[in-house]
């Protein structure tokens, strides 16, 4: 078995590369899916890590927006944090890799590889690259962040350059969906 990320920075189009490879019929594990399964899960375990702070909402689930600006406000904040999740994602990408044991390839969406130092647990890296402008825009529209907020959410990851440079594949996402596919087509024949 193959074990293959699929990185790239905030809003480059991870989701619509693991779309595509889904519709192809890969099994596709994606990591933000995965965290917010756990922020349920692991509900208690987190409020009391930011008991100073009022991460709720008024249903008693944690609020992603208010935890969000608190971790990309404070370094601090976000370190304790994944320093606590991180080792649940991982375990949970295994728990993926054992039960898709018999497929030729399984890919995983994993925007922080890197910045959790997972990328050895994978045998190929395919990083989804999309100029920051571009990002900045999707974000903005998308997300409704102000240009500021957006700016500090691409910024609190690493430059994508460094990124590429430990990649072995790199898709390019400045254009349309449809660019997409025959580049996840191109890979998927050189990993055959």
Do not use: W
Not at 25 to 30: H, L, P, R
Not at 49 to 61: D, H, M, S, V, W
Not at 104 to 117: C, N, R, S, W, Y
């Amino acid at each position: 078995m193959l074990k293959i990320a699929i990185s790239g920075n905030i809003a480059s189009g991870k989701s619509a590369v693991q779309n595509i490879l889904e519709k192809l019929g890969y099994s596709v594990a994606d990591t933000d899916f995965i965290a917010e399964n756990l922020r349920h899960k692991c509900r208690d375990e987190i409020v009391r890590l930011f008991e100073e702070f009022n991460i709720t909402n008024e249903n008693g689930q944690i609020s992603k927006e208010k935890l969000a600006k608190i971790i990309f406000n404070d370094k601090k904040q976000k370190e304790k944090l994944e320093k606590f999740i991180h080792p649940k994602i991982r375990e949970e990408i295994f728990h993926f890799f054992k039960a898709h044991s018999d497929e030729k390839f399984v890919f995983v969406g994993i925007p922080l590889l890197f910045e959790a130092g997972m990328e050895k647990d994978y045998d190929k890296i395919i990083f989804v690259h999309t100029d920051d402008k571009i990002r900045l825009e999707r974000l903005i529209k998308r997300n409704g962040y102000t240009k500021e907020y957006a700016q500090k959410r691409i910024n609190s990851q690493q430059p994508q350059e460094e990124k590429e440079q430990k990649s072995d594949f790199i898709i390019n996402n400045n254009g349309s969906i449809e660019k997409l596919r025959p580049q996840i087509l191109e890979i998927l024949s050189k990993l055959s």
